[in-house]
């Protein structure tokens, strides 16, 4: 008869890692660099984790804490859906790996129908997970109070003006702006923007505004021309196409995110007019195919992962009752200036 397989546990990770259990639990629980470990002790942890194929016991903890182990990634349907959303995968990514790390599993949960209010019901007071990342909530965002109201651990990720506790996001509003002074500062006037969704989103306001403060501080109100686009590629090239037949059409665009961006490329590439020559275009994101378009897409950088993980373990701690050190946290957004504007 085979005999039933050891489990493996944290202590022999700390025996192949070379470091105290201690260690191991500071670096499975995201507080390695609180407690000074080292990068590369803390790479040493994760591949003997990787090696062992190590698991911790979720069951056991679940039945001692009472808790679920699991949080919820919130996102309009609609995102969930969007065609080479990187950005999406890429906030996944950097969650799921800090709650492998932290002994926790995440699930994805779109809205449908714009009704947020549902997740409470659904989610928060049915004890199915131990709190949420909400991925750009929209700006009428009651709902949020029943969270802080119930001492439900949420983190939003998009806007800092979320009015919210805790959040990680960047400056959509200095990042637009920087994007649109950009294609003024090349010479640009008549400059459009095409939104990736309805400005019930608080990114996509702060973007908005962002663009209109550019034109404005270069007193270019007169030219300004704002579309929106429903989370598709087709949706954006059909409003690019409409503004290309227009009466004094645009010679730049900025894109309200790269994808945007790549539906009003394919459409001015249809009128056989050039980027940048005949019209300059700037998107938003930095998704990986961005950098391998003909011209590689110029556009703003959003760090998806480190957003994240970062946001990850912002809620883990809220839910094991610390109090983290910082509460909103904003993150840098470079231009990325390469060859379409």
């Not at 409470?120 to 802080?148: H, T, W, Y």
């Not at 912002?314 to 060859?339: F, M, N, T, Y």
Request: aromatic residues 6%; negative net charge; charged residues 20%.
């Amino acid at each position: 008869m085979v005999g039933k397989k050891a489990r493996v546990t944290r202590q022999d990770v700390a025996n192949l890692a070379g470091v105290s259990t201690a260690t191991v639990s500071y670096v499975l629980n995201g507080l390695g660099d609180a407690n000074n470990i080292s990068l590369e002790t803390q790479n040493r942890v994760k591949e003997a984790v990787a090696e062992l194929n190590y698991v911790r016991n979720v069951s056991a903890r679940r039945l001692a804490s009472g808790k679920a182990n699991v949080i919820a990634i919130i996102t309009d349907n609609k995102s969930v859906n969007y065609p080479i959303n990187a950005t999406l995968h890429q906030i996944q990514q950097g969650v799921s790996e800090v709650c492998f790390l932290r002994g926790y599993h995440s699930i994805v949960y779109g809205v449908y129908n714009n009704d947020w209010s549902r997740i409470n019901e659904d989610l928060a007071l049915s004890n199915r997970v131990d709190g949420m990342i909400i991925i750009n909530p929209p700006i009428e965002n009651d709902f949020l109070q029943k969270f802080d109201d119930n001492n439900f651990p949420v983190v939003s990720l998009g806007s800092p003006r979320t009015p919210h506790n805790y959040s990680v996001s960047v400056d959509n509003f200095s990042a637009a702006r920087l994007a649109t002074k950009h294609l003024i500062d090349k010479g640009h006037k008549n400059i459009a923007h095409i939104t990736y969704s309805e400005p019930d989103l608080a990114d996509v306001y702060d973007r908005i505004k962002g663009y209109k403060q550019a034109m404005e501080d270069a007193n270019l109100m007169a030219h300004c021309r704002i579309r929106h686009a429903e989370y598709s590629f087709e949706s954006a090239s059909t409003l690019m196409l409409e503004l290309l037949e227009g009466s004094s059409p645009p010679t730049a665009i900025f894109a309200g995110n790269d994808v945007t961006a790549i539906g009003c490329m394919s459409a001015i590439n249809s009128k056989g007019l050039g980027i940048p020559k005949d019209i300059a275009l700037i998107g938003f994101d930095d998704i990986p195919v961005s950098a391998y378009l003909t011209p590689a897409l110029t556009t703003i950088k959003l760090d998806g992962e480190r957003q994240g993980a970062i946001g990850a373990n912002l809620l883990l701690d809220l839910v094991e009752g610390k109090i983290p050190s910082q509460a909103k946290v904003l993150l840098d957004s470079p231009l990325i200036i390469r060859h379409s504007a």
